[in-house]
């Protein structure tokens, strides 16, 4: 296994320690979740730039990498809707904000496999759908949304008007993750309908 690979294997098992450290209480236990997740979203970068340069793309790879990146993104939004706690970043907005919350999850999800069962189905055929640059930018926001809105659980106990105008910043993050979502896989599905032709 190859350095690359190797990254993306301690991106998986990274997940565990970022979501046992999220729940358990201690002060700061957010923002130590918080780290865990950005040292394991650094490996996302890591292993794709040294696999290129390198020239140490394999095919293992290929189908890790993204398994990897959906499990943390999908790990990190799951473990902030079922927050018990009163620092509940989506909970924070009321009924409303768990509503969002829910709804903006369960649509990441759908857009995740969608795009992953059109590439599989790409694959049996061949073909390699290339990423689009909105997608990029989806994920961009989407990392943004989840970093902002875990720092806010702990500036809620620590600064509590500083920890409400992150939450809200983080919220707005996660709409415009959202609403990218959405535009992204409508227009990966549209430019790559050829794929669901027999």
């Known amino acids: 296994m190859n350095l ?11 997940i565990p320690f970022f979501i046992a450290v999220f729940y358990i209480q201690f002060t700061g236990h957010y923002t130590a979740s918080l780290i865990i997740f950005a040292a394991a979203a650094a490996t996302d970068f890591f292993d794709g730039y040294i696999a290129r ?24 939004f799951t473990v902030m809707l079922a927050d018990p706690y009163n620092t509940n970043v989506f909970l924070h907005l009321g009924d409303w904000g768990l509503i969002l919350g829910g709804v903006g999850v ?65 919220i707005a993050a996660f709409v415009v993750s959202v609403i990218l979502t959405i535009i992204s896989g409508i227009s990966y599905l549209t430019k790559n309908s050829e794929v669901f032709r027999a």
């Open 53 to 76: 340069k390198c020239n140490l793309v394999t095919d293992l790879g290929k189908f890790m990498d993204p398994i990897a990146d959906k499990v943390l993104v999908l790990a990190a």
């Open 106 to 170: 369960s649509i990441i999800i759908a857009r995740e496999m969608a795009v992953s069962s059109l590439r599989m189905m790409a694959a049996k055929k061949g073909k390699v759908l290339a990423a689009e640059k909105i997608g990029k930018v989806k994920t961009f926001f989407t990392d943004i949304a989840i970093i902002v809105l875990i720092f806010s659980g702990d500036l809620l106990v620590w600064a509590e008007k500083a920890g409400n105008a992150l939450n809200i910043i983080g």
């Open 4 to 14: 690359p690979n190797k990254l993306t294997l301690l991106r998986l098992i990274l």
